[in-house]
């Protein structure tokens, strides 16, 4: 079973920055890309970045492009999104996702993928 638990949101205030983290277990994490999206207050659920199962390929929203940075651990099961020079409008629940499809180029959609975690809260104070 695939299990997914985000962690590292809080409270920042305008231009702070935040290091958010999302552990997978159930399968062998390597063979998947991983995702997060975010969900603002009255918004729909919407895709921030990805990355391929080895690392070598970023993908980003262009709210987020050359602030956020996602990287990822494959010897830890652990995804990560670095976030700096954050801004109010980025306030949201944020979600770590995965697919299902092992080896297997992603998009941005969030039908595309199978596996959520909880998500945790980003606060960004003007």
């Known amino acids: 079973q695939v299990q997914l638990v985000e962690s590292g949101g809080g409270l920042v205030q305008a231009g702070g920055s935040l290091r958010l983290s999302c552990a997978a277990s159930?399968?062998?994490?390597?063979?998947?890309?991983m995702a997060w999206f975010r969900q603002a207050p009255g918004k729909e659920r919407e895709f921030v970045a990805r990355i391929s199962w080895g690392g070598g390929h970023t993908y980003y929203a262009d709210s987020v492009k050359d602030r956020f940075t996602i990287s990822r651990d494959n010897a830890k099961n652990t995804v990560y999104l670095q976030m700096n020079s954050l801004k109010p409008e980025d306030t949201a629940v944020y979600y770590c996702?995965?697919?299902?499809?092992?080896?297997?180029?992603?998009?941005?959609?969030?039908?595309?993928?199978?596996?959520w975690g909880q998500g945790t809260q980003v606060t960004v104070s003007s």
């Open positions: 996702a995965a697919p299902s499809i092992q080896y297997h180029h992603m998009g941005g959609q969030r039908t595309e993928y199978d596996y």
């Open positions: 159930g399968r062998t994490f390597s063979m998947y890309y």
